[in-house]
């Protein structure tokens, strides 16, 4: 069975412009949710999904993040436009239908802004 | 409010010893799940062992075990007979059943092992 997948592994971009992460969650995973880490700090949580519908964003850190999650299954966040401190690794993890079941985690997108 | 402490931010160890990542946590939910998991260098999260708050035996999943003490809020991860492979980074994290995080996870600072040939 396939883990979960985020594309790129790694992106480098100057203030100011958009990037946009996915997140390929486990197949029939309802739950999708995306952290961040920021040098030197504690993993954060940013939103969650359960299916197509945004759960909680209490985590957004502003208006610049923007998370969907089209029918269901993968999940982009873009930001845009891009500052210094968005720079960090951005995780994705899924867990199946229950709240309470195990996050699995993907290897994470490194984003860089210059 | 929910948090993690995890005070070591380097450990090493010989391998083949055993050896003790601490984690602290607080919170005032009865309800909630304490995780470990590990980061090797190539960055992708691992998951290794969970404890349910109202479990009354310690976690066990191979070498990994967690020494959970619920009275003194503390979840420290044993790693028996440390292998090479072990170096990475560890972190213990905290889910809140009922609480305000609603099933998210809450992540200590992590703790880099580095296990000595």
């Known amino acids: 069975e396939a883990g979960v997948t985020q594309f790129p592994s790694h992106s480098v971009i100057e203030k100011g412009q958009t990037v946009t992460l996915r997140c390929d969650p486990i197949?029939?995973?309802?739950?999708l949710y995306w952290y961040r880490r920021v040098m030197g700090k504690e993993i954060k949580f940013l939103l969650h999904f359960v299916k197509e519908s945004k759960q909680d964003e209490s985590g957004m850190p502003n208006n610049r993040f923007l998370a969907e999650r089209t029918g269901g299954t993968y999940s982009t966040l873009k930001v845009q436009p891009a500052e210094l401190e968005d720079s960090g690794v951005y995780f994705c993890?899924?867990?199946?239908?229950?709240?309470?079941?195990?996050?699995?985690f993907g290897p994470g997108t490194r984003l860089t802004v210059l | 409010a929910q948090k993690i402490t995890q005070t070591q931010p380097g450990m090493f160890v010989q391998e083949k010893e055993a050896v003790t990542l601490d984690c602290t946590y607080d919170?005032?939910?009865?309800?909630?799940?304490l995780f470990w998991y590990k980061q090797p260098s190539s960055g992708e999260m691992i998951f290794l062992i969970y404890q349910g708050s109202y479990d009354e035996q310690n976690a066990t999943e191979g070498r990994y075990s967690l020494n959970f003490q619920k009275a003194r809020k503390s979840a420290n991860l044993v790693i028996s007979a440390s292998q090479l492979g072990d170096s990475a980074m560890y972190f213990c994290a905290m889910r809140e059943y009922y609480g305000g995080s609603q099933g998210n996870l809450i992540f200590g600072k992590g703790t880099k092992l580095s296990v000595k040939p």
């Open positions: 197949s029939g995973h309802d739950n």
């Open positions: 993890a899924s867990s199946q239908s229950r709240r309470t079941d195990t996050q699995y």
């Open positions: 919170t005032s939910d009865q309800s909630y799940g």
